[in-house]
Each structure stands twice: as structure tokens, then as C-alpha cells.
T-cell receptor, first 113, second 115 residues
């Protein structure tokens, strides 16, 4: 079946540190991949997405590359800010069959000033 | 409205009571999703609608849970005879259409507490 595995948190970094949050997936075919972010007290919102192999999604300094060969979609940012503190969810949606978003368990990021 | 609206934002109910949670999707969005987020857990899929029909309701935990959507718009998730394990944040999302690459827009959720 389809599934998403994320690195467990919490991840605690100092401001301006480099961030990587690992995400791997299991799916048939070529799913679309997403990163959603949930800031404290807010709803989930899309951070970035990639719909085919080797695509790179980017937004707000965050990037993730769709790697078919390693079934991965790791989230990276070169220099985090305190305002990036949030919970990050990796997700996929299949391109056939049932069109439901499948989420990872989320990774909490805390950035210290 | 501008976004997905859910009501109530908070609900405290006694064990054994029935509750109804409402979701108003973004106007024109044909796809609507319900998820559950328990403390420290990820998002658990419950059901999704394409228009008024539900192609996949495999995530509903038991027959105490049901959902409907009318007029291709508002959806209601009903939990009968609530149990303490039903306590969670219930999230609704909508997207323009059901497909493999469209963004889902989420509401703020309804926090349900069963006492």
C-alpha cells in the first residue's frame, strides 16, 4: 500500500542553521509529493510540491527534490529562522486509484534565537 | 468564504452523546476530505467526497462514524455514541478537483473532547 515515513522529531536548531527533514515514501506508480506546514495555532498549509521525478519544489527558502530512485522527498533549508518553528508534514497523493492524501506523522521543528 | 471553514472550533461532549461537525469548503471545490489528528500523531484519513459521493470511506474507524455532503458543498461528519478515544482534532480540506496533483486547502479544525 501507499505510505509516508518521516524522521521523528522534535528537531531543535539554532537560527541560521541548515535544516534537513527526511521523508521517504512507498507507492505504486508516480505519486505527487507535498510538504505541508502547520504553524502554532494555525491550520495546515501547503509549503511546496513536486509532481514528477526530478522535479524540485521550492517556497520561502525551502526546497525538496522528488527522487524516484530513492523514493525520497527530503525537505531542506539553508538558513532557518525562528519563524520557521512549526510542524512539517510530508504527504503523497496517488495518481490512480483512490485520490486521498497520505501524510507522514509530522516533524516538529524548533528554532532557537 | 475565502477559505475552508469548520464549526464548531471546539466541542466538549459527554461520553455516549452524538456530535456533528460541519465543514464549509472553498466555493467551487469539488473534492472534500476529512482527517483526524490525535495528539502527537499524524493525519489519519477518514473519508473523501467527489461532489456528493464518497469514493473512499475506508478510514472511518467504526459504524459510529458517518459523513455526508449535500449540494456539492457543505459536509457534516457525525459521530454517534462518542467514546473518549474519539477525542482529537478533526480536519476538513477541499481541493478544486479530485486528481493526483492538486493542492488541498485545510480548515482550522474542530477540537473534540469527550469527557
Amino acid at each position: 500500500g501507499n505510505s509516508v515515513t518521516q524522521m521523528e522529531g522534535p528537531v531543535t536548531l539554532s537560527e541560521e542553521a541548515f535544516l534537513t527533514i527526511n521523508c521517504t515514501y512507498t507507492a505504486t506508480g508516480y505519486p505527487s509529493l507535498f510538504w505541508y506546514v502547520q504553524y502554532p495555532g494555525e491550520g495546515l498549509q501547503l509549503l511546496l510540491k513536486a509532481t514528477k521525478a526530478d522535479d524540485k519544489g521550492s517556497n520561502k527558502g525551502f526546497e525538496a527534490t522528488y527522487r524516484k530512485e530513492t523514493t525520497s522527498f527530503h525537505l531542506e533549508k539553508g538558513s532557518v529562522q525562528v519563524s520557521d518553528s512549526a510542524v512539517y508534514f510530508c504527504a503523497l497523493i496517488p495518481t490512480s486509484g483512490t485520490y486521498k492524501y497520505i501524510f507522514g506523522t509530522g516533524t516538529r521543528l524548533k528554532v532557537l534565537a | 468564504g475565502a477559505g475552508v471553514s469548520q464549526s464548531p472550533s471546539n466541542k466538549v461532549t459527554e461520553k455516549g452523546k452524538d456530535v456533528e461537525l460541519r465543514c464549509d469548503p472553498i466555493s467551487g471545490h469539488t473534492a472534500l476530505y476529512w482527517y483526524r489528528q490525535s495528539l502527537g500523531q499524524g493525519l489519519e484519513f477518514l473519508i473523501y467526497f467527489q461532489g456528493n459521493s464518497a469514493p473512499d470511506k475506508s478510514g472511518l474507524p467504526s459504524d459510529r462514524f458517518s459523513a455526508e455532503r449535500t449540494g456539492g458543498s457543505v459536509s457534516t461528519l457525525t459521530i454517534q455514541r462518542t467514546q473518549q478515544e474519539d477525542s482529537a482534532v478533526y480536519l476538513c480540506a477541499s481541493s478544486v478537483r479530485v486528481s493526483g496533483n492538486t493542492e488541498a486547502f485545510f480548515g482550522q479544525g474542530t477540537r473534540l473532547t469527550v469527557v
